[in-house]
């Protein structure tokens, strides 16, 4: 595993909270860095309730699938 790994997961997520799509779009700084601060919260919360980084990574991953899924969602609503 590379050095920054654990840190992919967790950008990718600020980004997708804060507004830009994977799905290839625009985003901006401001909302990434409102992702990045609510990302944050959350993972203090984890860290707080003694979550383990296993189980952290899997609520990222979550949280960045439900999201790709409401913005494809939100853009097949649009398009048709």
Do not use: D, E, H, K
């Amino acid at each position: 595993m590379q050095l920054a790994g654990a840190f992919l997961l967790p950008s990718v997520a600020a980004a997708v909270i804060g507004g830009t799509s994977i799905f290839g779009g625009v985003g901006g700084y401001g909302g990434t860095i409102l992702g990045a601060l609510i990302l944050s919260v959350l993972n203090s919360l984890l860290t707080f309730l003694n979550v383990g980084q296993a189980i952290q990574q899997v609520v990222y991953g979550v949280i960045v699938l439900a999201l790709a899924w409401g913005y494809a969602s939100l853009t097949q609503r649009n398009a048709t």
